[in-house]
């Protein structure tokens, strides 16, 4: 779930010794569209949590606003996950690769980079999911969606720890499992890429041992999240891209999908999606010129999905206590709910992304990267 954002392109001016951005730069436009497309994709799918709330009435599925239209969305939008992870692969080959092999990127300063962006609304959403689940405790006498609390899991959670291994129940801030899991990948890419380069090579080996660990039956997020992020490193080696393959074979996979039942399938759609993530990829950093005129919109509406995806369970819980509170039932069926329900998760998430991610990033950043001398 990189949530969702899970990796950051930081096309302002390089801290210390990073590699300035390419050229090419304009082409990740695409991608800035697909995350948010992926974010949304969460948000319509955690829609769902709102049958938890007190009080409320038996929903049909297909009466949720628009659900004729967006049935995707409400029914797979957990697999925006899997894209994150697609586009965090490919960025990070795209910036880091070449400069962590030189070594022009201390191991010091890419961890605190990724800490910079990550930590501070991690750690702000987790205590104030701990909060509210105590208040929501005091009038319903439970947590609400995840019921799991113990303090072993609030020491791994705190640290972006629970997805490294065996997959644990979800707890506290659920959604938070996807980067945990990426977290570790982080790690795991450095290393190699330090060791090997960023290669074709590289990539294909990373996804063939993904896929047989996960063949064995060692099905950890973090096994799954490497595959994916490999897979997104590999779009970014290829050059030039095969934009009309990759949407053929898209086409193909949707069309077999749809043929065939597969989307019923849930054990098999991770492996479609991995065939399917690349095919985006490269669709969606080829030419796109006209998003040029775009561009600040774009950018703004990619900034947005770190925020949203960490912010959003929290404040469906600070509805669930309104709701517990005043006895209210939210008419879920409505549009206008689910535009409130949209819209003000992504306001909140602009504020906090301008007030509070932005203003702490650059404070750790001052205090911990070495500046190019």
């Known amino acids: 779930m990189g949530y969702a954002r899970l990796f950051d392109l930081e096309a302002s001016a390089p801290i210390g010794r990073v590699a300035p951005a390419r050229a090419d730069a304009d082409k990740l436009l695409g991608l800035e569209l697909l995350r948010f497309t992926s974010a949304l994709a969460v948000l319509f799918f955690h829609y769902r949590h709102f049958a938890h709330l007190v009080g409320m009435p038996a929903v049909g599925r297909a009466t949720v606003p628009f659900y004729g239209l967006l049935w995707p969305l409400y029914e797979y939008g957990q697999y925006g996950v899997q894209i994150f992870w697609g586009i965090s692969g490919y960025i990070f080959f795209w910036k880091y690769g070449a400069a962590i092999h030189a070594k022009a990127v201390a191991a010091r300063d890419f961890f605190w980079l990724r800490f910079s962006r990550?930590?501070?609304?991690?750690?702000?959403?987790?205590?104030?999911?701990?909060?509210?689940q105590w208040v929501h405790r005091q009038?319903?006498?439970e947590n609400f969606i995840y019921p799991t609390d113990d303090a072993g899991l609030f020491v791994r959670q705190l640290f972006l720890a629970t997805d490294w291994g065996p997959q644990p129940p979800f707890s506290f801030n659920g959604p938070i499992w996807s980067i945990s899991a990426e977290v570790a990948v982080y790690a795991g890419f450095f290393l190699a890429v330090r060791r090997f380069g960023p290669t074709l090579q590289l990539c294909a080996a990373m996804i063939a041992a993904?896929?047989?660990?996960?063949?064995i039956g060692i099905d950890w997020v973090s096994i799954g999240c490497a595959t994916y992020f490999f897979a997104g490193g590999l779009v970014t080696l290829i050059r030039p891209k095969p934009v009309v393959p990759a949407a053929v074979v898209l086409t193909a996979l949707i069309g077999i999908c749809i043929a065939t039942?597969?989307?019923?399938?849930?054990?098999?759609?991770?492996?479609?999606?991995?065939?399917?993530v690349p095919c985006l990829l490269v669709i969606l950093t080829g030419d796109w010129s006209f998003l040029a005129r775009w561009q600040r919109q774009v950018q703004f509406?990619?900034?947005?999905?770190?925020?949203?995806?960490?912010?959003?369970?929290?404040l469906q819980m600070a509805l669930a206590i309104l709701v517990a509170a005043s006895g209210a039932v939210p008419p879920l069926t409505s549009p206008w709910f689910l535009i409130a329900y949209l819209g003000g998760t992504l306001a909140i998430a602009a504020l906090s992304y301008r007030w509070f991610e932005l203003p702490a990033q650059r404070w750790i950043r001052q205090r911990t990267i070495k500046r190019a001398g």
Request: no cysteine; aromatic share 12%; proline share 6%.
């Open 118 to 132: 990550l930590y501070p609304l991690h750690l702000a959403t987790l205590a104030a999911v701990i909060g509210l």
């Open 139 to 141: 009038y319903t006498g």
């Open 210 to 215: 993904g896929l047989g660990m996960q063949l």
């Open 261 to 276: 039942g597969t989307l019923g399938d849930r054990d098999k759609l991770p492996t479609i999606f991995l065939l399917a």
């Open 301 to 314: 509406a990619g900034n947005l999905t770190y925020s949203s995806y960490l912010l959003h369970f929290p």
